[in-house]
C-alpha cells in the first residue's frame, strides 16, 4: 500500500508570508506526528494527533505554528508571519495508534523543505 | 524528559570495513530506543528497535545494536559496509510507559569510501 506521503515537497516562500504543509498519513493509521528537522539537526517533535484531536502539542515553538486534522486523516500544518528560522524540512509519520504502554512503529513521509527568504 | 546524544557527526569508513555507530541517551524511565536511517531525500526508515528482552538486536541491511543500560547506550554495529550504506542514522528514545513522545540524536552521517 502507499507510504505517508506528504506536499509540497519543497515549498519556498517570503519573510511574512503564510504557509499550509500537506501530510496523507497511511490509510486506517489513528495517530499522526509532525516532526521540525532543521540543518544538521535530528528531528524535533512539533505536534502528535490521535484521530481528530491533538494529544500533545507541545513541540510547537509559537503560536505562528497550527495544525489541523478535521476528519482524522488528512493533516495540515499551518505557519503565519513566516521567519527565515522557519526554514527546515517538515517531516510527518504515522502509526497504527498508541497501545497504551505498548508500542507502535512510526512510519515517516519524506518530508517537506520549506525556505523562507 | 529524556536525551540522545550521538557524539560523532561524520564517519568515514572504507567498504567492507566494520563501523560503529556511537549512541548514548539519559532517561529517568524505562526507555525504547531506536535506530533510523534517512537517504538523501527520503523520510526516516527504522531500522531497528530496542523494547525489552535481549539486548542485542538485529535490524535490516545487516545491521546490529546492543542495549547497554548500565552505560546508557545503544551503539549501532554492521560487521562489513557497502557504498549503499552511505546515509545518516538517527538514534532515538522513547519512554516506555503510556504516551511518550520521540527524541531524536542529531545524527551521524555514514560515509563509505570506495
Known amino acids: 500500500g502507499a507510504g505517508v506521503s506528504q506536499t509540497p515537497s519543497n515549498k519556498v516562500t517570503e519573510k511574512g508570508k503564510y504557509v499550509e504543509l500537506r501530510c496523507d498519513p497511511i490509510?486506517?493509521?489513528?495517530?499522526l506526528y509532525w516532526y521540525r528537522q532543521s540543518l544538521g539537526q535530528g528531528p524535533e517533535f512539533l505536534i502528535y494527533?490521535?484521530?481528530?484531536?491533538?494529544?500533545?502539542d507541545s513541540g510547537l515553538p509559537n503560536d505562528r505554528f497550527f495544525a489541523v486534522r478535521p476528519e482524522g486523516s488528512v493533516s495540515t500544518l499551518k505557519i503565519q508571519r513566516t521567519e527565515r528560522g522557519d526554514s527546515a524540512v517538515y517531516l510527518c509519520?504515522?502509526?497504527?495508534?498508541?497501545?497504551?504502554?505498548?508500542?507502535?512503529?512510526?512510519?515517516f513521509g519524506p518530508g517537506t523543505r520549506l525556505t523562507v527568504l | 524528559a529524556q536525551s540522545v546524544t550521538q557524539l560523532d557527526s561524520q564517519v568515514p569508513v572504507f567498504e567492507e570495513a566494520p563501523v560503529e555507530l556511537r549512541c548514548n541517551y539519559s532517561?529517568?524511565?524505562?526507555?525504547?530506543l531506536f535506530w533510523y536511517v534517512q537517504y538523501p531525500n527520503q523520510g526516516l526508515q527504522l531500522l531497528l528497535k530496542?523494547?525489552?528482552?535481549?539486548?542485542l538486536v538485529k535490524g535490516i541491511n545487516g545491521f546490529e545494536a546492543e542495549f547497554n543500560k548500565s552505560q546508557t547506550s545503544f551503539h549501532l554495529r554492521k560487521p562489513s559496509v557497502h557504498i549503499s550504506d552511505t546515509a545518516e542514522y538517527f538514534c532515538?528514545?522513547?519512554?516506555?510507559?503510556?504516551?511518550?513522545?520521540?527524541?531524536f540524536g542529531t545524527g551521524t552521517k555514514l560515509q563509505v569510501i570506495p
Open positions: 509519520a504515522s502509526s497504527p495508534g498508541t497501545s497504551g504502554g505498548g508500542y507502535n512503529e512510526q512510519f
Open positions: 490509510s486506517g493509521h489513528t495517530a
Open positions: 494527533f490521535q484521530g481528530t484531536g491533538a494529544a500533545d
Open positions: 532517561s529517568s524511565v524505562s526507555v525504547y
Open positions: 530496542y523494547l525489552s528482552g535481549s539486548t
Open positions: 532515538a528514545v522513547k519512554g516506555s510507559g503510556g504516551y511518550q513522545k520521540v527524541t
